[in-house]
C-alpha cells in the first residue's frame, strides 16, 4: 500500500505547468527556463500562420526570455 502513495506521490510532483496553455501538465519540452506541454507543441506545430490560434500562441511565446548569465 505505501509503494503506491509514493508512486502517485512522485508522479504528482513532476507536473509542470505550461507556458501555452497555462494548466499543469506531465510532459513537455523545456524552451530556456519555460515549459511547453506535448499538447500544445503539436498543436502549434500544426496550426498555420493565418489561423487566429497563432496570434494567441506567439502572444504567449513572448513570456518566454532568455536567461541572464551569472558570472
Do not use: R
Not at 17 to 40: M, R
Not at 54 to 64: D, E, R, S, V
Amino acid at each position: 500500500m505505501e509503494v503506491v502513495w509514493l508512486s502517485s506521490l512522485a508522479h504528482s510532483h513532476y507536473h509542470e505547468t505550461c507556458v501555452i496553455c497555462e494548466n499543469l501538465k506531465p510532459k513537455g519540452i523545456h524552451l530556456y527556463t519555460s515549459f511547453i506541454c506535448t499538447d500544445c507543441e503539436e498543436d502549434l506545430i500544426q496550426t498555420e500562420t493565418n489561423d487566429p490560434k497563432y496570434k494567441y500562441y506567439l502572444k504567449q511565446l513572448k513570456k518566454i526570455t532568455t536567461p541572464e548569465i551569472f558570472s
